[in-house]
């Protein structure tokens, strides 16, 4: 695959959450305020590249037989190392996050990207990849946190932001909220590339 | 054979990778986090004790509360207990007149759902204003003014045993600087 569409495809074209729809969990859990949603993709963001440069690194030895738990043990190294720098450094969204950032060991992505994408494929390009899925899953967290924060709360990253007139829409702050904004954005991205 | 050897070798180094990177990290980290607790600490000695403008360590653990004229106005009295999953660390707020001012848990390992709900105001409320006498579950004594949490009860009556605990320390102490 040529560089450049390595790093693209994980944004828009194969976007984790809206086409692939892996990694979901997490997406539902923290995306009802903005804070969160960074906080998580940040980590995520780390987790995904450390994990991809790491197992392409190490592709050619690694036997078939055992590449998963190998996988899921470098995957939790880092999954652990981001959560002891966000402890010492971000605690409060830590504590905020709280059981959602150890559950990125198990966040379809990373491992899938691992085995479709890092024991394949060059050093470099699987960087890319990480670097393209993370930014892509950190857009949509990104989006759908602001939406949800913004109908269900009226505020942004905690400051009110719509007059005092405003009821908020409490559907937005639970889960059949993020399941409906998760839909319409994934409406629009089939709309913008006319896939609809 | 010889093959699983191969596998087991390569697992083991990956291991030993993993286990010298979380050292690493760890060792790290460790100090910002703990200077984190003890910052967080000063914030919640003062949520527990409102009264109190500044504080002095009399004792392991033990805070005297000063108001601005430098009268003693209570005390916060850190404590340990050992709940359902794991210690849960507490801080508490005790008045002069050794009934509880406010209490924050600091850190817990109880399940969430069930013993995490010891956090949660509709629990902790319970407390205010009461003195050590009527501190314990209603289960467990027909004095006792504590609702224990449905299906929790070790979660609560660690919490309920440590703030009797705390309540007796913040007694004794008392007496022994003349605040009878």
Known sequence: ?196 | MKFIFKLAFILMTICIWAAGTLAWVESTTRNKIKNNEIQKQEILKQIVLKEANSFKEIEKEIFLGYNKIEQIVGMVVGIDVKGYGGSIKMLVGVGKDRKIKGFEILSHKETPGLGSEIEKGSFKNQFKGKEVSKIILKKDNPNGEIDAISGATISSRAVTNGLKKALNNADRVFKSIGEN
Do not use: W
Request: proline share 4%; hydrophobic share 60%; with cysteine.
């Open chain 1, 1 to 196: 695959m040529k560089t450049l569409a390595c790093f693209t495809n994980g944004i828009l074209k194969e976007n984790a959450v809206l086409r692939l729809m892996i990694g979901l969990c997490p997406v539902l859990a923290v995306s009802s305020n903005v804070k969160d949603a960074l906080g998580m993709a940040v980590a995520v963001l780390f987790v995904l590249v450390a994990s991809n440069i790491v197992i392409s690194f190490i592709r050619k030895i690694v036997p078939d037989q055992i590449r998963i738990p190998i996988f899921i043990i470098i995957i939790s190294t880092f999954v652990t190392t981001a959560d002891y720098l966000m402890k010492a450094y971000v605690p409060e969204i830590h504590k905020s996050l709280g059981i959602f950032v150890p559950l990125i060991v198990v966040n379809c992505i990373i491992l899938g990207r691992a085995e479709a994408f890092a024991c394949k494929n060059s050093v470099f390009h699987s960087l890319l990849d990480g670097l393209g899925m993370g930014l892509g899953f950190a857009l949509i967290l990104f989006l759908i946190a602001s939406v949800r924060e913004i109908l269900g709360g009226g505020t942004f990253l905690g400051i009110n932001i719509l007059s005092f007139n405003f009821k908020p829409a409490l559907i937005m702050k639970l889960a059949p909220g993020a399941f409906i904004t998760i839909a319409f954005f994934m409406a629009i991205l089939n709309k913008m590339e006319k896939k609809v």
